[in-house]
């Protein structure tokens, strides 16, 4: 139950006079466990840097309070590496970012927090190899986690991989509440405003399970539609068609976002804008492309969402990353830099017509919505030749396997690029007829499940690069068992995954 959550943090034996004092240490062991009921977290892996997070529950109303922070090159904290103090502030919601440098590349590290007498637990992390270096990097691909509709099972068994990084493509909340499927219920309606998104946040941040995967590897987080609301466009949403309030909105809702993610202070907001693209390098085997496909988006062409095509999406002036980002990825594709260039981002790219063959018909949220912007994307791939372009994809509660081309119609002789998009952590899919009907019409899909909630396991930088998709048994049963599903390998120098 959601208000169990709730109720658990408004026992907090802290009190709000008490803790306007920064400095409060005793008689507050009782509290061990509520102080940091939201967990620990690290993220964007340098090779010489990493962030820290951690949030101390406290009622509203509490003052700010000196959070001291530990980073140790052992689990016991016998050498430690680096350490310091910082204050956890109201207006930050108590959230501490630590964004270090200085670090050595390519190892484990452990952390902890104390504050108020309290000590949290430990999290592991770690950073990112060195320039020269050829190790492969391991990773979880993850993205949708609905609260409601099943438990963050998968999380537990991602927690217990052997792994180096956790990216997450979005979706990390669910603001509304939809579907069939209710294990257990937000208990509150849709954030709006800035205190309602923080409540939102604590409530999925409560889970043990993904608190364990934070615990336990640095994530690489973007975020999707709903960590606003469901289907925005940049300053667009259906529920808030006044741009100017839809920002006030979107600056409550990335703000919360950014209090709850160990993400680096440069994609800390500023009013309704947050920069939360970017490159991370991980030795000369792999670059990773983070992308933000919402927040600079041009507005859903067409009525409803899924259409026959209308002359309005195929406007070469729709963008789907904006001028500045588009601008960015084209520069980024051309330096090969790396043996793998992975695009991490939100939804699927390949196209996918569920259409009749004399009337096509497609999902406009998606870059379906967007194709002269996914031409553009594919031509740079084309002109640039970055090195092994792999493609992740999210928001679509499915697993797709698929091959990418300048023309999904009439496809070259090979694809450009890979794309394996990850189906959700918890959140219901769509229907398997409507995916066999999607691989009968779209022979670039080499793949396609809805059915399955998980994961995706990852491998890449080496020789060959190797996606397994990951499937919980029972998503409603909270101790379920996993599976691979299917394996699918990339080889160097030959775009397109072959079933392993
Ligand atoms: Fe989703
Ligand atoms: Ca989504």
């Not at 990097?137 to 999380?155: D, H, L, M």
């Not at 579907?179 to 219920?185: D, E, H, L, Q």
């Not at 006044?242 to 909105?249: I, K, N, V």
């Not at 299917?486 to 392993?500: C, K, L, T, V």
């Amino acid at each position: 139950m959601a208000s169990a959550g709730l109720g658990r943090r408004r026992f907090l034996a802290l009190s709000g006079a008490s803790l306007a004092a920064p400095f409060v240490c005793r008689g507050l062991a009782a509290a061990s466990a509520e102080l940091f009921a939201l967990g620990v977290a690290s993220g964007a892996p340098r090779p010489d840097g990493i962030v820290l997070w951690t949030r101390l529950d406290l009622p509203a109303g509490s003052g700010p309070v000196e959070v001291e922070w530990e980073l140790a090159s052992d689990e016991r904290f016998r050498v430690i590496a680096a350490r310091g103090r910082g204050f956890a502030l109201p207006e930050n919601a108590h959230s501490i970012h630590i964004d270090l440098s200085g670090l050595g590349p390519d190892r484990w590290y452990w952390y902890r927090f104390t504050a108020a007498g309290v000590r949290s637990r430990t999290g592991r992390t770690r950073t990112a190899p060195a320039p020269g270096s050829s190790r492969p990097i391991r990773f979880a691909v993850a993205s949708c986690q609905n609260w409601e509709q099943g438990y963050f099972t998968a999380w537990w068994h991602i927690a217990r991989e052997d792994l180096d990084l956790i990216v997450h493509l979005g979706d990390y909340i669910y603001e509304n509440s939809w579907g069939k499927t209710k294990v257990r219920r937000h208990g509150s309606g849709a954030p709006t405003t800035l205190a309602e998104y923080r409540e939102r946040y604590a409530l999925y941040k409560s889970d043990p399970d993904l608190q364990d995967a934070h615990a336990a590897f640095p994530f690489l987080s973007v975020w999707d539609d709903h960590e606003v609301v469901n289907d925005y466009q940049n300053d667009r949403s259906d529920g808030t068609p006044d741009p100017a309030a839809f920002l006030r909105r979107r600056a409550a809702a990335y703000k919360a976002y950014y209090e709850h993610m160990p993400m680096p202070a440069s994609a800390e907001p500023r009013g309704p804008d947050a920069l939360i693209y970017g490159t991370y390098r991980f030795g000369e085997g792999l670059e990773i492309l983070l992308l933000d496909d919402r927040q600079y988006r041009s507005a859903h062409a067409c009525r409803p969402a899924r259409v026959a095509d209308c002359a309005e999406r195929l406007d070469p002036a729709r963008t789907m990353l904006g001028v500045a980002q588009e601008r960015w990825l084209r520069d980024s594709l051309a330096r090969r830099s790396c043996r793998w260039t992975m695009i991490a981002q939100q939804t699927r790219i390949a196209e996918l017509d569920l259409g009749k063959p004399e009337e096509p018909s497609f999902w406009l949220d998606g870059w379906d919505g967007y194709p002269a912007a996914r031409r553009r994307l594919m031509d740079a791939i084309a002109e640039a030749h970055p090195a092994n372009p792999l493609v992740l994809g999210g928001d679509v509660h499915s697993f797709w396997v698929a091959d990418l081309h300048q023309d999904f119609r009439r496809p070259g002789p090979a694809p450009l690029a890979t794309e394996i998009v990850g189906t959700s952590i918890t959140s219901e899919g769509p229907s398997d007829a409507s995916v066999k009907r999607a691989l009968a019409r779209n022979p670039h899909l080499k793949y396609g499940r809805a059915d399955k909630r998980g994961y995706v396991s990852m491998i890449a930088g080496g020789s060959v690069s190797t996606a397994r998709l990951m499937a919980v048994d029972d998503p409603t049963d909270a101790g379920s068992g996993i599976s691979e599903l299917a394996r699918f390998a990339i080889e160097d120098g030959r775009p397109g995954a072959q079933a392993a």
